[in-house]
């Protein structure tokens, strides 16, 4: 997964609030991460910024998000 696109509004180290009011992703745990871009996908989670995040991981399948998640998640 190309991490780019996420890493600039999470930081490059995914240590930041996108756009001041996401979950810092770093602090996450693998199954957080899988829930939140799962949710994301399939529009059953968040708030202000789930069309955007929606579009983001739209082309994503649940191998790519796992794998994102054993990356990044605690």
Do not use: P, R
């Not at 995914?14 to 996401?22: G, T």
């Not at 983001?56 to 399948?61: G, L, R």
Request: with cysteine.
């Amino acid at each position: 997964m190309d991490t780019k696109a996420c890493q600039a509004c999470h930081g490059a180290e995914f240590e930041k609030k996108a756009m001041n009011v996401s979950k810092i992703v770093k602090d996450m745990t693998k199954a957080d991460i899988i829930t939140a871009l799962k949710g994301y996908k399939d529009g059953s989670y968040g708030g202000n910024m789930k069309t955007l995040m929606k579009g983001q991981v739209a082309s994503y399948d649940d191998a790519k998000i796992e794998a994102f998640a054993a990356q990044v998640g605690k």
